[in-house]
């Protein structure tokens, strides 16, 4: 499975942006996708991600209400829809997947990665 993420870019606080991971070599309905975040000089962390099943859970009420998860097997894509950003919000944004994972958030359980995509959040 090859990841590709997109979407990312230069937005002012208190605007939205949508990223997007397309998949190819497989069909990924029955993965979990995940998005998970790089801030300069930190660890990666999770964001959010959506099970094959339907079921979406968000790292915190941080980014819950603000971000949306979603997924278009048609089109073996997924989507982070990242409204009301914030300058916090700053970061490598990476997608990933994983076959069945026991625990969403943990990014070990993720085998296939993209690229990461930046994005930038001036205050």
């Known amino acids: 499975v090859q990841l590709q993420a997109s979407g990312g870019g230069l937005v002012q606080a208190g605007g939205s942006l949508r990223l997007s991971c397309a998949a190819s070599?497989?069909?990924?309905?029955?993965?979990?996708m995940g998005w998970f975040r790089q801030a300069p000089g930190k660890e990666r962390e999770f964001v959010a991600a959506r099970n094959w099943n339907g079921i979406s859970t968000y790292s915190s009420a941080t980014v819950k209400g603000r971000f949306t998860i979603s997924r278009d097997n048609a089109k073996n894509t997924g989507y982070l829809q990242m409204n009301s950003l914030k300058p916090e919000d700053t970061a490598v944004y990476y997608c990933a997947a994983s076959f069945r994972p026991i625990t969403l958030s943990n990014q070990n359980e993720y085998i296939y990665w993209g690229q990461g995509t930046l994005v930038t959040v001036s205050s």
């Open positions: 070599g497989r069909t990924i309905s029955s993965y979990a």
